[in-house]
């Protein structure tokens, strides 16, 4: 299975503070049953959509202000994102397609596209497995959203403070990323976090926070020489929510290559 599942496990648990002073590890998977328990628990909460329409806010360090987030998905098709700042209007833009990624940013004229199995060139996932985690809904590299059918893929800890560690069985680990959820006692998801085996001390995370009117998605890529992050403050999603129209650029945009594009802002 993991190569470091220890601390994978650890990491995961102290995303949202659990002391680790006299923490309790289980040392053997919960059995069969508290497994299928876990994982149906999970799928009965999703529901069954074909489009869904998001809004919230994104807040960031270094961001003047925070500007207002609508992100409307089409179930395995796409996935548009639009941030709005007051007074002036629509400021950047993200659309992602089954092919393609293309991030805009209005207020320099300059866009990035790129294939989209260039982007998840070390990742075996798809539009759907983005979808699903916006959603905060766990996915299984390469077979997608966890259910009941593929319960056998995971193992399941129980631990101390009444979470549950989930991690990918041997035959459906990623060769260079070591990666787990965290779910809480009503098995929401709680966080995921990657740990890229070639970069050590070097994890992206991702933490989910559940309030009366929405949830917030914390992103978190943490280095030896660098920590950036943000937050989406989003409200629970509209399934019959408006839809968000692709983005038209005329020639006053400038194609840029990633790099240039990331060092633009």
């Given at each position: 299975m993991f190569k470091n599942l220890f601390v994978v496990r650890f990491v995961l648990t102290i995303l949202l503070a659990v002391p680790f002073a006299g923490y309790a590890y289980a040392q053997e998977p919960a059995d069969a049953s508290v497994r299928a328990e876990l994982v149906d628990s999970i799928s009965s909460a999703y529901v069954d959509w074909s489009s869904v329409s998001i809004s919230g806010k994104?807040?960031?360090?270094?961001?003047?202000?925070?500007?207002?987030?609508?992100?409307?998905?089409?179930?395995?098709?796409?996935?548009?994102?639009?941030?709005?700042?007051?007074?002036?209007?629509?400021?950047?833009?993200?659309?992602?397609?089954?092919?393609?990624?293309?991030?805009?940013?209005?207020?320099?004229?300059?866009f990035v596209k790129e294939p989209l199995s260039q982007v998840l060139?070390?990742?075996?996932?798809?539009?759907?497995?983005?979808?699903?985690?916006?959603?905060?809904?766990?996915?299984?590299?390469?077979?997608?959203?966890?259910?009941?059918?593929?319960?056998?893929?995971?193992?399941?800890?129980?631990?101390?403070?009444?979470?549950?560690?989930?991690?990918?069985?041997?035959?459906?680990?990623?060769?260079?990323f070591n990666y787990g959820y965290l779910v809480d006692g009503m098995a929401r998801t709680a966080a995921l976090l990657v740990l890229p085996l070639t970069k050590p001390d070097t994890m992206v995370s991702l933490t989910y926070g559940y309030g009366s009117k929405g949830y917030d998605l914390s992103v978190v890529y943490q280095s030896p020489d660098k920590k950036k992050g943000g937050t989406l403050e989003l409200d629970f999603p509209d399934w019959n929510g408006s839809p968000v129209q692709p983005i038209k650029l005329n020639d006053k945009y400038t194609r840029l290559d990633f790099p240039d594009f990331m060092k633009s802002f």
């Open positions: 994104l807040k960031m360090e270094g961001l003047p202000v925070s500007p207002s987030v609508k992100i409307y998905m089409e179930r395995d098709s796409s996935v548009l994102i639009s941030l709005r700042a007051p007074f002036m209007g629509e400021v950047g833009r993200a659309e992602i397609y089954c092919d393609t990624l293309l991030v805009v940013n209005k207020m320099k004229k300059t060139a070390h990742y075996p996932g798809t539009l759907s497995d983005v979808q699903n985690i916006l959603l905060a809904r766990p996915v299984i590299a390469g077979l997608g959203l966890l259910t009941p059918e593929i319960v056998e893929k995971v193992e399941i800890y129980q631990e101390a403070d009444g979470q549950f560690s989930l991690l990918p069985v041997a035959d459906v680990a990623l060769e260079e």
